[in-house]
């Protein structure tokens, strides 16, 4: 083969992998369009362009010489600036020499019998190779804008993303902008300094904040100076390649002062990841982000002085940081000079581009230019562009028809020794690329010198590894407020591009992680071949939702005592004070709380949804082991669930082990479901509509009163329940440490609640009932990690054996404590909301309108 590694593209990324592949001793070529290094920087020459991420961070870390010899002349370099860079580097390493430059890549294709690449150049030379790398950039296919006539104009057409070498001079003209986007906001207030009429045609208002740009920041020079390697290392584990301290600061729940603190300072320091860090949960709560939106807002209408133009520049289509947020330098007071107009294409579209001008629905404009700033065809775009045929020719376009599905945003199966740099599913453009560059090229350069070191040629994942990675990366996006945008990052504003979170937005810091984590498990996910053998360690890197992993990381980090390593009193005093900082849930339409006249009356809440009544009833027992909690302990649950279900909830107490042991509990569960069927009508419901339901222990709890209460039911749903006493089930020992109930604590759980051979009584472990016939339709919902798990799953089989309608709900990575962990595990929600309508389909009285 001509080459062990085949590169396209002489960015950042391309010059780096010939600097590390020279080193390792791989034979390298890279091939790019432009006729210099550069890239992105190459291209993007329109007036204003340059760097929004602070240039400090945006550079190389590889060498300490390099980082010494190059200063930044500002906070936020030009696209000179960046350009002369790039060069410097080149000239630096001698990297030239192994670029092809004025080359393309017009095809590559796997052969299967050579193991390698056979690659076309636009040059018509056929390359081969052992390995190909794109490093062609996330954003560097300009979008053909689809506006109708765009060939038709007779005057100067500039393209904001393929801007000429030489100066263009816009004085005296009158000029057209179209596309309010970074590469728009960045050249709107040059261009109106030199043109005679400026008119911008907008058809989505961006949010943009002031770069303040000037001297780079004194602090972070002297943090930079002061331990070069610290800071690199904090930026390559941080959130998006800048170091910067995440806030826990909840928007929603912050006072007014601090919320307007935070901003102001966010605002002054003029930097993207400040004013994307204002709250903890901006981008997952829309209210939340609504405060920063309103912020944002409200420093546009204080900036533009003409209240019109103000509002049609004010953002409200989507939230903040769905669609790439841009830092400007003068770009809305731009729209006070009296030369400069905003055309709002919300109120009056183009109609068409003319052989002189513009023609919206409402007015003819005449110009001398327009400039496009329309954006690109991103992150696929340049990758498909290129015929790249897998094994079997089939094409990377085909494969990635319905949206692209990689392994790490780095490989992608049916396609070996094919490696992405800032791919899709890859955080790429959520971070700063350099960051995500060089770790990258370090992947990469490291997997071939393990692959030559052990004897393999090819490296391949494996489609259960690419499962997970995409489904990962859904479950990621699935929790932001992300899918609710038209942006890039959504292949939106591509007409028929598929529509899914393109980039990876679980972070820098665990993205890393993940990549790290394959490699030293012996490349988890990958198929490796050669002379030296096969070998293939399959699996999934991440399966709990990553929401959960959250919050079992920060549970982690407190260092909290292990529940049955304290007495049952101390257990449930810090089980209280848990309870008191949690999000309350939602608010339902009234609570009322009462006693169930027993011998020993047992106290209940009831809470009742906001639509008018009578509701069913949902006769509901809490979690906590027998031994822990109260009626009022699932409060934010029982909420959700009546709201969600529009049932009645009345969470009743039961006398708690080890005070009182077996089967007090199950006594009561069944006298207290006995006593809510014969009142249904004094609680307010529905007579002849009551379900049982429980979490946990409050689930055995319902299973058993279902079993044994004798009245009629129109259901169970029965949420990671106890159903039985065998610790053998593989479940237990999959799940039995680090996913909150332990195998420890289910013993001393069971321990404090019954002695040993009464724990085979169905009253106990209902699983074990002689028969399950005749009992009423179940729901049941077990979790992946959870010990309880394979019980459950159990139970509603033999529930559907026994003949009962079974909903079954498996919770794919969540544990047994997440589905409950309302408002501060997201991605629980879906299931609570599958379950709240399986409920509801139960209830004749809400059936018609969970149907609807
Ligand atoms: P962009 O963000 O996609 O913006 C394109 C603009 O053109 C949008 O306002 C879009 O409106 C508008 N547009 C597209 N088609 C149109 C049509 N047919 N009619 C009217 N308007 C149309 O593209 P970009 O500004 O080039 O930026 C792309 C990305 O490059 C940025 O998000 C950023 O990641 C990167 N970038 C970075 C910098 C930097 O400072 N470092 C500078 C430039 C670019 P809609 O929103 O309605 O689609």
């Known amino acids: 083969m001509d080459f062990d590694v085949v590169t396209a593209g002489a960015g950042f990324s391309g010059l780096y992998l010939i600097y590390r592949l020279r080193r390792l001793g791989f034979s390298v070529r890279v091939f790019d369009e432009a006729l210099d290094v550069g890239g992105t920087w190459y291209w993007n020459r329109y007036p204003g362009a340059r760097c929004d991420i602070p240039t400090t961070d945006y550079s190389y870390s590889f060498d300490p010489e390099l980082e010494k010899e190059w200063t930044w002349s500002e906070k936020y370099a030009t696209q000179p600036e960046i350009l002369a860079y790039l060069g410097h580097v080149a000239d630096k390493y001698d990297l030239r020499r192994d670029i092809q430059f004025g080359t393309k890549i017009e095809s590559a294709a796997w052969d299967e019998e050579m193991r390698g690449w056979r690659l076309r150049t636009s040059a018509g030379d056929e390359v081969t190779c052992r390995f190909y790398v794109a490093a062609t950039g996330c954003l560097s296919l300009p979008k053909k804008p689809d506006i109708e006539g765009v060939d038709r104009f007779g005057g100067e057409v500039y393209f904001t993303g393929r801007w000429p070498h030489e100066k263009v001079d816009f004085t005296g003209k009158r000029v057209a902008v179209i596309g309010t986007g970074s590469s728009g906001i960045q050249c709107i207030p040059l261009i109106a ?325 394959a490699r030293a498990r012996g490349y988890l996910g990958f198929k490796l071949t050669g002379p030296g053998g096969e070998r293939c360690n399959d699996g999934v890197i991440r399966r709990l939702q990553p929401d959960v992993s959250l919050v079992l990381e920060a549970m982690e980090a407190m260092n909290l005592p292990a529940l049955e390593t304290l007495s049952p009193a101390e257990a449930r005093a810090f089980m209280d004070q848990s309870a008191a900082i949690r999000p309350p849930g939602p608010a339902v339409g009234s609570e009322e709380d009462g006693l169930v006249p027993l011998d020993v009356p047992l106290e209940y809440r009831l809470y009742r949804p906001e639509s008018p009544g009578p509701h069913p009833l949902v006769v509901y027992f809490h979690g906590g082991g027998w031994v822990l909690g109260s009626h009022v302990s699932d409060e934010p649950f029982c909420r959700d669930l009546c709201t969600r279900s529009d049932a009645a909830v009345l969470s009743v107490n039961y006398r708690h082990a080890p005070e009182w042991r077996f089967p007090a509990a199950a006594e009561d569960a069944v006298a207290a479901v006995r006593w809510a069927a014969d009142n249904a009508v004094e609680l307010g419901t529905v007579p002849g509509e009551v379900a049982v339901a429980g979490w946990s222990a409050g689930g055995n709890l319902a299973a058993v009163a279902a079993q044994r209460a004798g009245v009629p039911l129109r259901g169970q749903l029965l949420l990671c329940p106890v159903v039985d006493c065998d610790f053998s089930r593989p479940s237990y020992e999959e799940n039995a440490e680090g996913y909150v109930l332990t195998r420890a604590l289910m013993e001393w759980f069971w321990d404090h609640y019954c002695d040993p051979p009464s724990r085979t009584d169905p009253l106990a472990s209902p699983l074990r009932a002689a028969s399950l016939e005749g009992l009423p339709p179940a729901v049941v919902v077990t979790a992946e990690f959870d010990p309880l798990r394979d019980e459950g799953d159990a139970y509603a089989a033999a529930l559907a054996a026994a003949g009962v309608p079974v909903t079954h709900l498996r919770a794919r990575g969540h544990t047994h404590t997440s589905l409950t962990m309302v408002d501060v595990v997201i991605s629980s929600a879906p299931v609570r909301a599958e379950m709240a309508s399986a409920l509801r389909s139960l209830f004749p009285s809400l059936a018609p309108a969970a149907a609807a």
């Open 193 to 517: 300094r030199e043109a005679a009429q400026l008119t911008v045609f907008q058809r989505t208002p961006n949010f943009s904040c002031p770069a303040w740009n000037g001297p780079e920041d004194p602090e972070r020079v002297a943090r930079f100076a002061a331990d070069r390697d610290a800071y690199r290392q904090a930026a390559r584990w941080s959130r998006g390649g800048v170091p910067i301290e995440p806030t826990d600061v909840i928007g929603t729940a912050a006072p007014e002062e601090v919320r307007r603190r935070r901003f102001e300072e966010a605002w002054q320091k003029g930097e993207l990841f400040a004013i994307l860090n204002v709250f903890a949960d901006q981008l997952v709560n829309p209210a939340s982000n609504e405060l920063v939106s309103e912020m944002i807002r409200e420093k546009i209408r204080s900036i533009v002085h003409d209240p019109e133009t103000a509002e049609a520049l004010c953002p409200k289509d989507h939230p903040f940081g769905t669609k790439r947020p841009c830092l400007d330098t003068d770009y809305f007071a731009t729209f006070n000079l009296p030369h400069v107009r905003l055309v709002d294409l919300r109120k009056t579209p183009i109609k068409t581009i003319t052989e002189t001008g513009i023609d919206t629905a409402a007015e003819t404009f005449e110009f001398d230019a327009i400039v496009y700033a329309t954006g690109f065809d991103a992150m696929t775009g340049p990758l498909v562009s290129v015929d790249i045929k897998g094994r079997d020719g089939i094409t990377l376009k085909d494969k990635w028809a319905e949206g692209p599905a990689t392994y790490l945003g780095l490989t992608t199966t049916g396609f070996p020794n094919f490696f992405m740099v800032t791919g899709p599913e890859s955080p790429s453009v959520f971070s700063n690329m350099v960051v995500s560059i060089e770790q990258h090229v370090d992947w990469i350069c490291d997997a071939l010198d393990d692959m030559r070191r052990d004897g393999y040629d090819t490296i391949e994942p494996t489609p259960l590894a690419e499962e997970g990675w995409h489904r990962h990366n859904a479950d990621c996006a699935n929790i932001t407020l992300h899918p609710l945008a038209n942006s890039w990052y959504m292949g939106a504003n591509v007409p028929g591009k598929p529509r899914v979170l393109y980039p990876y937005i679980g972070g820098v810091d665990r993205y890393r992680a993940a990549c790290d984590e």
